[in-house]
């Protein structure tokens, strides 16, 4: 069985940063891309960043130049470094994973900016 778990949500002032990450369990972590993706209240959910198969990081525009996307397969890990977060960053953080026609999200975790 496939489970995805996000963690590293939280409050934080505006311009702090934040560390998530994303973990999977039950599958050959290497062979699937990793997606981050992010829902505020009342918005659609948009895509903010990918660590591709290669290990290479593609980023929104919304994001770039302040998130980092990383992957380590040894650990089922992947990690999004937050840095310089502003309010409209605030959302539900979601870590979706797939290949091919096959998807599975985690259940996300909660990312506040305030002051």
């Known amino acids: 069985q496939v489970q995805v778990v996000e963690s590293g949500g939280g409050l934080v002032q505006p311009g702090g940063s934040l560390r998530l990450s994303c973990t999977a369990s039950g599958i050959i972590f290497g062979n699937w891309v990793i997606d981050w993706y992010r829902q505020a209240p009342g918005k659609q959910r948009e895509f903010i960043a990918s660590a591709t198969l290669g290990g290479s990081a593609n980023y929104a525009d919304s994001v770039k130049g302040r998130f980092t996307c990383s992957r380590d397969n040894a650990k089922n890990t992947v990690i999004l470094q937050m840095n310089s977060l502003k309010p409209e960053d605030a959302a539900v953080y979601y870590c979706?994973?797939?290949?091919?026609?096959?998807?599975?999200w985690g259940q996300g975790t909660q990312v506040t900016v305030s002051s």
């Open positions: 979706n994973i797939w290949r091919n026609d096959e998807e599975y």
